[in-house]
């Protein structure tokens, strides 16, 4: 069971990035998928989650309003569309997936067992 992220790159700050993670090896279809970070210094946080039904969102206060998580289950592949992004959204991005199925509330960082190897995004300023 593999998650491949990727995306990640230098941006200015105000600019726009999107972040794909890819799940191969089994489904995650039923389960939250979330992106969560560590920046310079800091430990890892939740930055945003999607239930199973693609339809209940969670984001982290930080990021409300410029970030957009999506999923597409066709492509068992999740999404993190970051704007305005600032200096201090600079971090490694991390996509992660739930082991339990059909949870509802996605935003709590123990939830999530299984992880990609990230993403590095810089925002300058």
């Known amino acids: 069971v593999q998650l491949q992220a990727s995306g990640g790159g230098l941006v200015q700050a105000g600019g726009s990035l999107r972040l794909f993670c890819a799940a191969s090896g089994r489904s995650f279809t039923s389960a939250c998928m979330g992106w969560l970070r560590q920046g310079p210094g800091k430990e890892r946080e939740f930055v945003a989650g999607v239930n199973w039904t693609g339809r209940k969102l969670a984001y982290a206060e930080f990021v409300k309003g410029r970030f957009t998580i999506a999923r597409e289950e066709a492509k068992n592949t999740v999404y993190l569309q970051m704007n305005s992004l600032k200096p201090e959204d600079t971090a490694v991005y991390y996509c992660?997936?739930?082991?339990?199925?059909?949870?509802?509330?996605?935003?709590?960082?123990?939830?999530?067992?299984?992880w990609g190897q990230g993403t590095l995004v810089t925002v300058s300023s």
């Open positions: 992660a997936a739930d082991l339990t199925i059909y949870r509802s509330d996605c935003q709590y960082p123990s939830i999530y067992e299984r």
